[in-house]
């Protein structure tokens, strides 16, 4: 297999919301990049998409150098992975679909070249069951929108290659990401079961009148949320115990986190259940437009990320330890 | 009673890391502050509190001419609201040490009063059952550290005068905090069930060797946290979606959504699992010490705050819209 260092030539498979940015950040590394997509104004739809994320990718450590036109559109995705020495897919989230994308494509993929899916939580040992050479096919799982949030979930499937994992792993970390190593293949890998978890809760205090679409929205971004961007669910814990740490903490409120979650609620996405909570979100944002939301949490990602780097990282990152 | 804005005497009762900070808090916003807790030197730790949380309390809108030595030490909580026109009570986290607090207090206070509880989910029509004048107790559920974090949860109890529910919204509003008004008791309030819907799954994942304690921090801090420090769950979930927001993915991703919910873990809290746990928290900081990464989580947290001021708040809020 190509050192990871040594790609320069990558192809994007499916050019969506995810696909665009993922071809945005390998631009902003000085990447060749082929992208094919079958929507119709795919081509011209990405090269917006492209514009529109050239400030952040420079701002967020594009080369110098880097060239956004650098890229190519293949109306066929064998013609776009002919010469890639890596693969980015993400088509549509279907294992059906995604295993026609794969028979299509991997006879034209070079042997030793790895591909990774951005599926949001389908199985990759599934989705590489009929593959020929299922050794190279791994999980890379970006968090939307990828040309700015830096963390990608990799994960191997039953006839992943451990090097292929290892490479991938490797791969991600050239290209200024912070890959983490899933090491359970599980539905929804571990981003999205976190997600879905706190959502659950989310939907269910909207849908039992606990409180506002805007109210558990500002839980987050007032409380939970400032903490998460800095120290994640487990530090959080350790810290709020006091000197004492987590230890002290399942002492003292174990009982209570106990009830809790015996009380939590187990809403389903009843049509009635998704209306109401579109609607507050609705309420929520009527203020404003989609197109501007976007561009706000693109900015203030930015200005959030430049933040923490300033800072040296985050505060149980082993660059902050006491220089001693 | 009292107008909220006019208030100028603040009562604390309990000066643990809850009660210290908001005493912290209500100095840096001017005012005068008793404080009692039995604790041994707890006025000797309060004063250390104090002087290490002032920088952080002028940075994030204390006024100029607030006094961080504006405080007396009562060894008796009902010396400490004798004189005052508010009282925030952050006792042990147990119903009859809180009811025994307010059976106590009660009797000193004026009979106008509000006293709000920062208990973490403890029930106020449990805790207010035998007061005398039950309508003026409330929740006041600070998130930690409350004199950097600006969520307050407001909840009333059965017997709460709604009056007092409004009161307490615009006293925290003219403290500088966010308050959110709870409108349904529930164990845990809104906070801690995000915060504990949340945590299972991350503690599933460590104790079923799906990620280290790190990488689940990981896919916060450098994934989903950065989102929710902006957006809330709602908002992420409405842009994940594209234009067509969360009407488009309650029908693309709800089927996968419910799947995932069902594969969610269901830890419980043996002492092997706390162990776990414990010892991969421990080994995730192993480099640093708790003091440092208090004060680094303090140094961070202020500084998100600035940018989210200096970016006029967040993507969701009504500040942001058109100008039209």
Redesign the interface.
């Known amino acids: 297999m190509i050192e990871p260092n040594a790609v320069c030539r990558v192809a994007v498979i499916g050019a969506?919301?995810i696909g665009s940015s993922w071809a945005a950040h390998f631009l902003g590394r000085g990447m060749h990049v082929t992208v094919s997509d079958p929507g119709p104004g795919a081509s011209e739809k990405l090269k917006q998409f492209i514009e529109d994320a050239w400030p952040a990718v420079q701002r967020l450590g594009g080369l110098d150098d880097a060239d956004p036109s650098n890229w190519r559109f293949c109306h066929d995705s064998t013609e776009a992975v002919g010469d890639a020495q890596f693969v980015q897919e993400s088509g549509p989230?279907r294992l059906d679909e995604k295993i026609a994308i794969y028979k299509a494509v991997e006879p034209a993929m070079g042997d030793d070249v790895v591909l990774a899916t951005s599926t949001?939580?389908l199985l990759i040992s599934q989705l590489q069951a009929d593959c020929r050479r299922p050794g190279r096919f791994v999980v890379g799982h970006p968090?939307?929108p990828p040309h700015i949030?830096?963390?990608v979930?990799v994960v191997a499937g039953t006839r992943t290659d451990p090097q292929v994992t290892d490479w991938a792993m490797a791969f991600y970390k050239f290209l200024g990401k912070?890959p983490?190593?899933?090491?359970?293949e599980?539905?929804?890998h571990?981003?999205?079961?976190?997600?879905?978890?706190?959502?659950?809760?989310?939907i269910h205090?909207?849908d039992?009148?606990?409180?506002s679409?805007?109210?558990?929205?500002?839980?987050?971004?007032?409380?939970?949320?400032?903490?998460?961007?800095?120290?994640?669910?487990?530090?959080t814990?350790?810290?709020?115990g006091?000197?004492g740490?987590?230890?002290h903490q399942?002492e003292?409120?174990?009982p209570?986190?106990?009830?809790?979650?015996a009380?939590?609620g187990d809403p389903?996405?009843t049509p009635d259940v998704?209306a109401k909570?579109?609607e507050?979100?609705d309420r929520?944002?009527a203020?404003?437009?989609?197109d501007?939301?976007?561009a706000?949490?693109d900015?203030?990602?930015v200005?959030?990320?430049e933040?923490?780097g300033?800072?040296g990282g985050?505060?149980?990152d082993?660059a902050?330890?006491?220089s001693s």
């Open positions: 969506g919301t989230e949001s939580g968090v939307n949030i830096p963390l979930e912070h983490v190593h899933i090491r359970k599980v539905p929804g571990l981003l999205n079961r976190l997600q879905v978890a706190l959502l659950r809760e989310a205090a909207v039992a009148d606990i409180a679409v805007a109210d558990v929205d500002a839980t987050l971004t007032a409380g939970l949320g400032l903490r998460w961007a800095l120290m994640g669910a487990h530090l814990f350790h810290l709020a006091g000197p740490g987590a230890r399942f003292h409120l174990g209570a986190v106990e009830q809790w979650w009380d939590l389903h996405l998704c909570v579109v507050g979100i929520a944002v203020h404003t437009n989609f501007q939301l976007v706000k949490r900015e203030m990602l200005a959030l990320l933040m923490i300033e800072q985050h505060p149980g082993p902050q330890s006491v």
